[in-house]
């Protein structure tokens, strides 16, 4: 009996052991760009390549109410949040995101996440060590809340950036992480939904067009305000993508570590160099492992079917990395993304499809043009890197540098 015709078991303790490998693995397997499995109980297709980014993209085909499981909803993205809606709902939700997270705003966030990190470096100067992911969730924290208009006191910056790191950090275990990410969700939706409450009272201004007036005025389709818990997850699911960018800032430091002649491009601030570098970081280093929705009707793919009800799985990092789309999936090259144009959905790492009308991320341009500046301050910043584990873990949902990147003789720019 080959793989595939094996009685499929229930293959979620086979993800807690293969972390971001598990479907890669099966599709390995398989030989072809869709594997049967199961996956919490239920029956699930997984599938990979742009024709399947459209198939999963097709709401007559898969939606995600009651796809997500709680504990991704009660940690990562909050309940009831965009990204659990579909239809309508999905529709008039999403049109609160796309005008904030506009081509022209990009700019502004940039703005004021690049002059965080300019205050911040001094600092580091000062510092023996510094560890960059904590101390770039610090920035990222400090340059988001002033440009969507969240007031944040100096000493709120460090717990802000904790809890908001926690959030995503513990999304995908059963562990103290796991309950880290629940109580730190739970504070800040708490702190967040008093401040839309001050806002709509008039007892705190937030300034005309910022992400919190525009969310704190938002409402439903039938014509009602969101109610402030949900107005706070909102909010949230901008700020804390916007920290979670300290993720590829961590992978960027170890892409120059481990690949230096990289640095001299960006250095000369070659910006289609930086670009093609950001594209690669998120092509390249793991984040989301894949995408779930619930099929609508019964569905067949490439010959694969799967009754209505059951899971389909986006195979993100599989497709990231699947040879037959990038040749040498497995070597770290921004120089790819300068020989072709490359199809909207071929690069996933943030989903695919259309951010206006479908799922995909709208915050990709802000992590494009964030991780842009960065790598350029990154490879600009005078350091030396101490012996230290830079291991990858593709065990560990998200992944990430274990030593969390330390970087020493930080040098203050004169
Ligand atoms: C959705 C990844 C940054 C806001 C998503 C999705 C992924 C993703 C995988 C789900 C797509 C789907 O369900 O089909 C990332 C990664 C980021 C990032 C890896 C960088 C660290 C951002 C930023 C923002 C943002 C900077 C906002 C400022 C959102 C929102 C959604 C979303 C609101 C829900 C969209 C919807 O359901 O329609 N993101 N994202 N993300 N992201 Fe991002």
Request: charged letters at 25%; proline letters at 20%.
């Given at each position: 009996m080959d793989a595939l015709h094996r009685?499929?078991?229930?293959r979620s303790p086979a993800l807690l052991a293969e972390g971001y490998a598990w479907l890669p693995n099966r599709m390995r397997e398989s030989g072809g760009q869709v594997v049967r499995t199961r996956l919490m109980g239920r029956p699930a297709l997984a599938v990979r390549g742009p024709d399947a980014v459209r198939f999963f993209y097709d709401e007559r085909h898969v939606r995600r109410h009651r796809a997500i499981p709680e504990p991704v909803r009660g940690t990562l993205f909050g309940r009831g949040?965009?990204?659990?809606l579909d239809g309508d709902a999905h529709r008039v939700r999403k049109a609160l995101f796309l005008p904030l997270l506009h081509v022209d705003r990009i700019a502004g966030v940039v703005e004021h996440v690049t002059a965080a990190w300019d205050e911040a470096v001094p600092s580091w100067a000062a510092?023996?060590?510094?560890t960059l992911f904590d101390a770039a969730s610090v920035v990222l924290t400090r340059g988001v809340c002033r440009w969507a208009g969240i007031p944040l006191a100096e000493e709120e910056a460090e717990p802000l950036a904790r809890d908001l790191v926690a959030m995503v950090d513990g999304f995908?275990?059963?562990?103290?992480r796991h309950w880290r990410a629940r109580r730190a969700r739970g504070r800040q939706e708490a702190r967040l939904a008093r401040l839309v409450q001050d806002v709509r009272s008039g007892a705190v201004t937030a300034p005309a067009d910022s992400v919190l007036a525009r969310v704190a005025r938002h409402r439903h389709p039938d014509g009602e305000p969101l109610e402030p818990g949900t107005a706070a997850v909102e909010l949230l699911n901008v700020v804390r993508p916007t920290v979670a960018v300290c993720w590829f800032v961590a992978f960027s430091a170890h892409a120059l570590h481990r690949?230096?002649?990289?640095r001299d491009r960006l250095r000369a601030g070659d910006a289609a160099y930086a670009a093609a570098f950001a594209h690669e970081v998120r092509r390249f280093?793991?984040?989301?492992p894949f995408l779930g929705g619930r099929a609508v009707t019964d569905l067949s793919w490439h010959g694969e079917r799967l009754p209505a009800g059951g899971l389909v799985l986006l195979d993100v990092y599989g497709q990231n990395h699947d040879e037959k789309l990038w040749?040498?999936?497995?070597v770290f090259r921004p120089q790819r993304f300068l020989e072709r144009p490359v199809e909207?959905?071929?690069?996933?790492?943030?989903?695919?499809?259309e951010p206006d009308t479908n799922h995909?991320?709208?915050?990709e341009g802000i992590t494009v043009g964030l991780l842009e500046a960065l790598a350029v301050r990154l490879a600009r910043l005078d350091h030396t890197v101490p012996e230290q584990d830079l291991t990858i873990s593709l065990?560990?949902?998200?992944?990430?540098?274990r030593s969390g990147f330390v970087i020493a003789d930080v040098q203050a720019p004169a």
């Open positions: 009685p499929l078991l229930d949040a965009v990204h659990t510092r023996p060590r510094v995908a275990t059963a562990g103290p690949r230096p002649e990289h280093y793991p984040f989301a040749g040498d999936p497995y909207r959905d071929e690069l996933i790492p943030q989903g695919g499809g995909r991320c709208p915050g065990r560990r949902i998200p992944a990430r540098p």
